[in-house]
């Protein structure tokens, strides 16, 4: 969990670069920051908890340290897509900044499919708003980190795990 929450965290800092609305670009670094340390300060718990053997203490301490890294993640995709809903300048020429780009794309087309089809197939109530009962989740880059990844040419491939860990690694 500590590594995959680095690999969000240099998602976040990528994103942040291409993010032309500095509001959303300082929320996405303050997230990023905020998930870093947490990431650190779980990594460093595990490693004690794995010097100092087996204790009550010790795995409650791993599994707070652990939801608060999840927790931290997620808030930092929420921000990613704010980010990416107020729209991303051109990524720069650098491949894992690409990358970012065509996964935010991907999550924002999905985001558009979705509202485009409910809003055909609508149904609302008396007053004109929909029922929540019967309409889907909207889609989230959470589900989209989830699902394996796309083997089309237009999105980059998922990278290898043995080259270590990148701002798009899928193993949330």
Same mark, same amino acid.
Request: a positive charge; one cysteine or more; proline letters at 6%.
């Given at each position: $969990? %500590? ?12 994103? +942040? ?18 998930? @870093? ?6 990594? $460093?718990?595990? /490693? ?16 707070? &340290? %652990?939801? &608060?890294?999840? /927790?931290?993640?997620? @808030?930092?995709?929420? %921000? ?20 970012? %780009? ?7 087309? &999905?985001? =558009?499919?979705? /509202? +485009?089809?409910?809003?055909? &197939? =609508? ?22 980190m989830q699902e394996p990844p796309l083997q089309s040419g237009n999105i980059p ?7 270590? @860990?990148? +701002?798009?690694d899928r193993h949330l």
């Amino acid at each position: $969990i %500590a590594s995959d929450g680095q690999a969000v965290v240099r998602f976040g800092h990528v994103l +942040a670069k291409q993010c032309p609305d500095q509001r959303c670009s300082s929320e996405l670094l303050r997230a990023s920051e905020h998930t @870093h340390t947490l990431s650190s300060q779980l990594g $460093i718990v595990a /490693r004690v908890k794995a010097v100092t053997g087996e204790s009550k203490t010790s795995w409650e301490l791993l599994l707070s &340290n %652990a939801q &608060n890294v999840v /927790r931290a993640v997620r @808030h930092l995709l929420r %921000a990613a897509e704010a980010a990416s809903v107020k729209g991303l300048g051109q990524p720069s020429p650098d491949p894992e900044a690409e990358e970012v %780009a065509a996964f935010c794309l991907q999550w924002k087309k &999905n985001l =558009s499919w979705h /509202r +485009a089809k409910e809003a055909l &197939n =609508s149904k609302r109530d008396e007053l004109g708003l929909r029922k929540t009962r019967e309409a889907k989740a909207e889609p989230t880059l959470m589900a989209l980190m989830q699902e394996p990844p796309l083997q089309s040419g237009n999105i980059p491939k998922h990278p290898s795990p043995r080259k270590g @860990h990148t +701002a798009m690694d899928r193993h949330l």
